[in-house]
């Protein structure tokens, strides 16, 4: 199964995929990954778009871009060619959120790459909703913040709209994970409920 984690910075994403790629892996084969950056080389491609040192939006859509192609030609895609199960942290949902959602950019044509690069569609989506203030609080306590994090609490209420939009247009993909102030362990009990409705019994 190809399962994607999407949410605005500091909703506990990371946290809860490293739960699932650990539950996942009791025998091997699994695959954690991320966006952007995760393949051979994705490194510096992320450095880069997350400098903030980009001058034209397209620029960064494009860099996402081709993190992503890469990233599918590598990484996901032969990973699910050979069965195995990939828990991925951001996809092109997160290019819908925050370049949509929170640059401006159009749409259709945006939703649209995905198809055109003939990406992997995940089999599930989980969104994890969280109040931006909180997640923005849980950010301010690590280290550096990245370009997107310094964008401030309005930004991140747009690219909230923008997860909420994005689930309410495909809710047979999509699940909301309602965050809350809950722990961990209580997040991590509705994930596996919610896979477990999807077909993936935990
Ligand atoms: N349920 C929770 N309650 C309290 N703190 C949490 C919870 N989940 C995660 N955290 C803490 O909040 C911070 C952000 O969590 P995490 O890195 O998992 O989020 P993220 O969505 O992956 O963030 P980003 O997208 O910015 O990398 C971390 O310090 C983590 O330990
Ligand atoms: C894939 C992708 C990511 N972003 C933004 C979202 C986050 O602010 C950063 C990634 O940081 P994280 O700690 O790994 O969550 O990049 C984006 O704007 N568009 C994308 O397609």
Known sequence: MFIT???IDGCGKSTQARLLFELLNKEGGAVLTREPGG?????TLRDIVLSGDLRHPWS???LFMLDRTEHA???IGP????????VCERYHDSTLAYQVWGRGM?????????KLAALPEPDVTLFFKIKPALALSRVGKRGKPDSFEREGLAFMEK?????????EMEPRRW??????DRNPAEIFAQVKDVLAERGLPL
């Open 39 to 43: 393949w051979e080389g994705g490194g």
């Open 60 to 62: 960064e859509l494009f």
């Open 73 to 75: 030609a590598r990484v």
């Open 5 to 7: 984690f999407e949410g």
């Open 106 to 114: 159009p749409f259709e044509p945006l939703r649209d790459m995905a």
């Open 159 to 167: 690219i909230d709209r923008g997860y909420r939009s994005l689930a």
């Open 79 to 86: 990973a699910i060619s050979e069965g195995r199960h990939v």
């Open 175 to 180: 699940a909301v994970i309602e965050c809350g």
